[in-house]
């Protein structure tokens, strides 16, 4: 592998890495990198980055185990909903090709820029509104729970099939159907990811479609670059990061659909 390979995957996986912890977004910006600069076919570059995003959610779980975060039942029962739509996506995301791909990928980062433009004004308008005490525990009703169960079949399918923004989903479905305080939310999100991951991995691996040095590159610096951003909380950078995200992505969008 040339060495300016291994320096750009560096560089993607740590501005991955950083944005996954104060924007999100960061395999909107790692996939298309592998596809149009590094040359991967789509569900190449797909499985590969599941070698990372495995890593850095690993990492993230056992983070918020150290600092006391931990809701193991209700992790385990919201994983376990996610894997068969996890394993039916990941073996139809090993199917697509070229153009297919591409026009997917597109529509992807297109409702992630518009979906992450509405969050962004409504955090804005809410900035006045003290934070939840993340020591109040909420529990869910039974219905919120047989509803945040369903939907997650759902995620599981969108994460298994593609992965990027599947944060969003995850992070809306556990704090505005279920209830969940933002600490929480992130708290089953990385458990969730990281369960179903296992999963898509296998898919990806059994059909080649994975591979491992450069997956290993990446999840080594997406892991620094998330440790990185959880020590930089800054409302600063997260601002210059989206302006940064949303150029990129409007430039990747129109070199894969053109």
Known sequence: ?????????????????????????GSLLVMPIM????????????????????????SAVAGFRKKGFSDIRLSISLALCALPGAAIGAWYGTALRGEQFNRVLSAVMIAVM???????????????????????????????????????????????????????????ILNQVMGLDLVRVNMHKVFIVA???????????????????????????MAIGGWVGSHMAI?????????VLNIALSIMIIKLLF
């Open 1 to 25: 592998m040339d060495i300016w390979y291994a320096l750009l995957l560096i560089a993607a996986g740590l501005v991955s890495g950083f944005m996954n912890v104060l924007a999100g977004g």
């Open 195 to 221: 369960s179903y991951t296992v999963v898509a991995l296998g898919f990806f691996a059994w059909g080649g479609h994975i591979l491992w040095v450069p997956g290993l590159i990446l999840a080594a610096a």
């Open 114 to 172: 518009i979906l992450m433009a509405v969050k962004h004004r409504q955090s804005k308008k809410k900035k006045s509104t003290p934070p939840p005490d993340s020591s109040v525990v909420h529990r869910p009703t039974r219905k919120q729970l047989i509803a945040g169960h369903v939907l997650i079949v759902a995620a599981g399918f969108y994460g298994g099939f593609i992965q990027a923004g599947v944060g969003f989903i995850l992070m809306a």
């Open 35 to 58: 596809t149009l600069l590094l040359g991967m076919s789509g569900p190449v570059a797909n499985g590969t980055n599941r070698v990372a995003i495995l890593a850095q959610n690993v």
């Open 235 to 243: 409302s600063k950078g997260e601002g210059l990061i989206r302006v």
